[in-house]
């Protein structure tokens, strides 16, 4: 009696599949590791990560940080091939950058006691700019897009330099009921430049 397992890789649907392929050269996981290269605004060949590692002229922080990235991004692509294999479906190369981009930062601010260089401070901040307003879901094998909540670790990020951040929020008492608005802006080291708020009447 004999058990057949399709070898082919359940990511890309494409090749057959053995580790080098599903961590390096599927289509898939190349889609995944230069999206977070790109993040990290770093270049860094995947067959020669270990030399990287040793010669790269960054932090010893950013080094830590960028490694654990990359650790937990092969955790995530090997969890998304059991996935694709027991649930059919695939989660876009965009949600697990975020969930990586996410989770370390959140996890390195909460261990994190000891004050960062200046230097260090300037690219965290960066990094943690481009995780606002990320898009997050997974794709089933149909190419349908599926919304799933969850939770994340938030605080107020201060802007990339030349840039300025306006944060609004509003509500209504009742719905419709008297409403109102607020918000402030402000510039890349926190300072506030402006603010308002304003009575908008009854309003739905
Ligand atoms: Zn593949």
Redesign the pocket.
């Known amino acids: 009696m004999g058990l057949i397992i399709d070898g082919t ?1 359940d ?2 649907n ?2 057959p ?1 053995d580790h080098r ?2 961590f390096y050269a ?3 996981s190349t889609a995944c590791w230069q999206q977070l290269h790109q993040k990290l605004h770093i270049t860094l060949p995947m067959d020669n990560l270990v030399n990287w590692f040793s010669t790269a002229r960054v932090s010893k922080l950013q080094k830590r940080l960028i490694g654990a990235c990359h650790v937990y991004l092969f955790y995530l692509i090997w969890k998304v091939r059991n996935e694709a294999r027991i649930k059919s479906y695939v989660r876009r190369p965009e949600a697990l950058v975020q969930m990586v981009l996410r989770d370390v930062k959140a996890r390195f601010l909460r261990c994190n006691t000891s004050k960062m260089k200046q230097r260090d401070e300037l690219w965290f901040q960066q990094l943690l700019w481009e995780v606002i307003n990320a898009k997050e879901g997974i794709e089933l094998k149909s190419g349908a897009l599926e919304c799933r909540r969850h939770e994340i670790f938030a605080r107020w990020l201060a802007p990339p330099a030349n840039w300025l951040a306006l944060n609004i929020d509003g509500a209504s008492k009742g719905n419709p009921g008297p409403a109102a608005t607020e918000g402030l802006v402000r510039d890349s080291s926190g300072q506030i430049l402006d603010a308002f708020a304003e009575r908008l009447g009854e309003r739905r």
Do not use: R
Request: charged content about 10%; hydrophobic content about 25%.
């Open positions: 890789c990511v890309c494409n090749v599949e392929h599903l599927c289509t898939y």
